[in-house]
T-cell receptor, first 116, second 115 residues
Framework: AQKVTQAQTEISVVEKEDVTLDCVYE???????LFWYKQPPSGELVFLIR??????QNEISGRYSWNFQKSTSSFNFTITASQVVDSAVYFC?????????????FGGGTRVLVKP | SQTIHQWPATLVQPVGSPLSLECTVE??????LYWYRQAAGRGLQLLFY??????ISSEVPQNLSASRPQDRQFILSSKKLLLSDSGFYLC??????????????FGSGTRLTVV
């Protein structure tokens, strides 16, 4: 069964500090997809990134970067030079290509608080 | 373009009352549909998913049920609400068959408070 673990429940930083969110996953499928979503206080889920299991290239998008390492089953997310607007709950998620219904399983989330 | 609608946005219901939350998707056909619940301060738990009209799979035994009467309509129901049913309910969809080319799209959610 697929499982996602986000060990950090809450991280508090001061603006302009970097923050890294950890995500560890478990799956038996060889083809799977990893996601990060942002949930601001308003509640909606904002899609940030999707990575498939065959693409281990790290990715950078503005102040966001992702480090995917299959050897350690991790898909970590770093916010560089954090801003107050980055305050939100961030979820890592996993979907197995061969799972019934292509279910998306979420980690427990990490709340990021960026103080001015 | 595809859009997903969820309503109502907020709901306050007494214990023992019925519930009906609706989710519709526009601009696509034969989507996979999902209902998630988020209890206060907690993660997202998959409740139900559907791969076609009338096809419902339940992930967690509970006081809720789901139905898919039309291709792009997904309904979450309860006959008698419990206090523990309070939470934030999110509907989501992906194209079927899904080849992983993009992320899941979520509705704006319904915040349910059972009093």
């Amino acid at each position: 069964a697929q499982k996602v673990t986000q060990a950090q429940t809450e991280i508090s930083v001061v603006e302009k500090e970097d923050v890294t969110l950890d995500c560890v996953y478990e799956t038996r499928d060889t083809t799977y997809y990893l996601f990060w979503y942002k949930q601001p206080p308003s509640g909606e889920l904002v899609f940030l990134i999707r990575r498939n299991s065959f693409d281990e290239q790290n990715e950078i998008s503005g102040r966001y970067s992702w480090n995917f390492q299959k050897s350690t089953s991790s898909f970590n997310f770093t916010i560089t030079a954090s801003q107050v607007v980055d305050s939100a709950v961030y979820f890592c998620a996993l979907s197995e290509a061969n799972a019934a219904g292509n279910k998306l399983t979420f980690g427990g989330g990490t709340r990021v608080l960026v103080k001015p | 373009s595809q859009t997903i609608h969820q309503w109502p946005a907020t709901l306050v219901q007494p214990v023992g009352s019925p519930l009906s939350l609706e989710c519709t998707v526009e601009g696509t056909s034969n989507p996979n549909l999902y209902w998630y619940r988020q209890a206060a301060g907690r993660g997202l738990q998959l409740l139900f998913y559907s791969v076609g009209i009338g096809q419902i799979s339940s992930e967690v035994p509970q006081n809720l049920s789901a139905s898919r009467p039309q291709d792009r309509q997904f309904i979450l129901s309860s006959k008698k609400l419990l206090l523990s049913d309070s939470g934030f309910y999110l509907c989501a969809w992906i194209l079927s068959p899904w080849t992983g080319g993009y992320g899941y799209t979520f509705g704006s959610g319904t915040r349910l408070t059972v009093v």
